[in-house]
């Protein structure tokens, strides 16, 4: 998982990759932990994609740039696009669907 530290690092990561999982979360955000623990112990590994991740604290306007109201939140971009959306609670089942009928 790749820790983003500016806005165009972020849009260079997005627009680089046919598609991208973001990770964007707060500091002492104990679900953002946990959720940045699971995708780093291969939860999404059946989706083959580039993760990145970004502290709000590190660039707070990802919060305007992306309308992200909660943490963590996840953004999966396809073609450098937003296509899918998950906060707090993620299902990552449905990313790797996702994943799945994209590449089909």
């Known amino acids: 998982m790749d ?4 806005m165009e690092e972020l849009q260079t990561s997005v627009n680089d990759h046919e598609a991208y999982l973001l ?3 707060t500091e002492n955000c104990s679900v953002c932990e946990a959720v940045e623990e699971q995708i780093n112990q291969g939860v999404l590994d059946e989706a083959e994609l580039p993760i990145g991740k970004v502290r709000l604290k590190d660039i707070p306007e990802v919060s305007g740039e992306f309308l992200v109201f909660t943490s963590p939140t996840l953004i999966l971009f396809l073609e450098g696009k937003e296509q899918w959306r998950g ?3 993620v299902s990552y089942d449905e990313i790797i669907r ?6 089909s």
Do not use: D, G, N
């Open 87 to 89: 906060s707090r609670f």
């Open 23 to 25: 990770l964007i979360k």
């Open 3 to 6: 820790a983003i530290q500016t």
């Open 98 to 103: 996702i994943m799945k009928l994209w590449r």
